[in-house]
């Protein structure tokens, strides 16, 4: 499951050189492309091969791997049309983006072809004709897989002829009879001809236009307006919605949700390294966030999710965690210039990441204006956890020594790791402690202050250490003061 990456619509390379670019060429070349193959028989053979090589068959998708994707292998493998049935944020678009990966990576079509379609088996009265006219010398070019996949995001204003097709008037304009079926303007549908066609949020679509999906699910043609032609069309048809639209912005009418040969329910990563795994894969950080930083993301994010304050049929979204270990980069980013120090994220950062994560989260009714409270409580309780799990049993004297005769050590948003060091001075078992924060061996001084403020906050936490939030009167913002 993961966020978002988008298949290139376009291919800016050529294809191959060595590939035939006649119809005569193709027949005689022995390439495997050569004979005529449907959408789905070609995901099977590749899937299969993939399986039997021991490769990854859906690179960048995380936590899914005993769950879900065996129940799309096998959707994929029997030939499914499948709807994927999950919370916002689970990794559903990119799940199907990822089935890309599975065809060939070069196809042949017929050039000027609107709808791709193989030399050998044209299905418009256009490209039926100039088949029959030139014969071998019929024009033959190559496809990119990445131009074989489109996607539509439902939304209440999609047509018809967004989806299948309609009559363009600028054809008619220029002569041709209404009744003249080249008078049609294809849509996403059949132009995806021999590739794979995605609907996102598939209950947002009109009922009315979900029926236009019928016939390209069951009968596999398609019809426009009054018009005789039908296409034979090839096309693999992937949907997502999440389970509440059911009875909340809409519904997969009965007749479509029926005509799916598979129903995949996807779910958030389930345990803390799946989703530790997947912020790091995803998220795109402008400063070092350790390790156990990212483990406090990923066990906030879980403790969000699980509040009951929060809404669960809402769900909370994977794109939660990314901006929150983003958020935390760009604070350490932003210490660096102001400071002169080196961008090492701190726990202290996680606390200004509230404010901007509130956004993201459907609260019950019950609990406005106290979201930022709930939030932070969370986030503490997170930060514990990582501590108890990491530090627990660790030898910590050597911090709780620092304050035990009245001392103080402060540090905030704007206070350097050489200012924060220079209080603690050496520290033992400093090393072990950085060790089991997964810290370097030999740690630069931001990833050392980072480990030190980690403990220290989680002694706070654990009621072994006093901690005050003052406003600084020398410009260096609000500070933590910790103390005995």
């Given amino acids: 499951m993961t966020g978002s990456a988008t298949p290139s619509t376009s291919v800016l390379t050529p294809f191959p050189d060595d590939l035939p670019t006649t119809l005569g060429a193709l027949r005689s070349s022995g390439l ?10 070609e995901l099977r053979d590749n899937l299969l091969a993939r399986m039997r090589a021991g490769e990854p068959r859906f690179p960048g998708v995380v936590g899914f791997d005993d769950t879900v994707l065996p129940e799309v292998e096998r959707a994929l493998l029997a030939g499914h ?12 678009t990119r799940l199907i983006r990822s089935l890309v990966a599975l065809l060939d990576e070069w196809t042949p079509v017929i050039e000027g ?4 379609e193989h030399p050998l088996e044209p299905i418009t009265p256009a490209s039926a004709r100039r088949a029959r006219e030139l014969g071998d010398d019929l024009p033959v070019t190559w496809r990119h897989r990445s131009e074989r996949y489109a996607e539509k995001l439902a939304t209440p ?4 002829g967004d989806l299948i097709g309609d009559v363009d008037p600028v054809r008619i304009a220029e002569g041709r009879t209404l009744g003249d079926p080249e008078t049609i303007h294809f849509g996403l549908v059949p132009r995806t001809h021999r590739g794979i066609f995605a609907v996102n949020e598939l209950p ?10 019928l016939n390209v699910l069951e009968e596999r043609d398609v019809q426009v307006r009054g018009y005789t032609l039908r296409l034979p069309l090839d096309v693999l048809v992937v949907a997502s919605a999440n389970p509440e639209d059911y009875t909340n912005r809409g519904r997969i009418i009965t007749p479509l949700k029926d005509r799916f040969g598979a129903e995949v329910r996807t779910h958030y990563p389930l345990d803390v390294d799946l989703e530790v795994e997947l912020v790091a894969q995803e998220a795109r ?5 350790p390790r156990h930083l990212l483990e406090v993301v990923a066990r906030f994010t879980r403790a969000v999710r699980e509040s009951p304050a929060v809404d669960a049929r809402s769900g909370v979204s994977a794109r939660f965690a990314v901006a929150a270990a983003e958020t935390l980069s760009g604070a350490a980013l932003r210490r660096a210039a102001l400071t002169g120090d080196e961008p090492v994220a701190r726990v202290g950062d996680a606390y200004g990441v509230v404010p901007t994560l509130r956004g993201k989260v459907e609260f019950e009714s019950g609990e406005e204006g106290r979201e930022e409270e709930v939030l932070v409580h969370l986030l503490r309780t997170a930060v514990a956890e990582v501590f108890r799990a990491r530090l627990g049993g660790a030898d910590l004297s ?3 020594s620092l304050v035990s005769e009245g001392g103080t050590v402060f540090t905030g948003e704007l206070v350097s790791s050489s200012e924060l060091l220079s209080q603690v001075g050496r520290v033992d078992g400093l090393a072990k402690v950085l060790s089991r924060l997964d810290l370097p061996e030999a740690p630069t001084p931001g990833q050392a202050a980072s480990g030190v403020e980690m403990v220290l906050e989680g002694l706070h936490l654990t009621r072994r250490l006093a901690k005050d939030v003052e406003a600084s009167s020398d410009g260096h913002g609000d500070r933590a003061v910790y103390g005995g």
């Fill in 32 to 41: 495997p492309q050569a004979e005529p193959r449907s959408v789905k028989a």
């Fill in 81 to 92: 049309d499948l709807v994927l049935l999950g919370e916002r944020g689970q990794g559903k």
């Fill in 113 to 116: 072809s609107e709808l791709g």
């Fill in 157 to 160: 204003d999609t047509s018809v």
């Fill in 204 to 213: 947002d679509l009109a009922e009315r236009i979900q029926v236009s999906l």
């Fill in 285 to 289: 950080l402008v400063a070092d966030v």
């Fill in 398 to 400: 050597g911090f709780t």
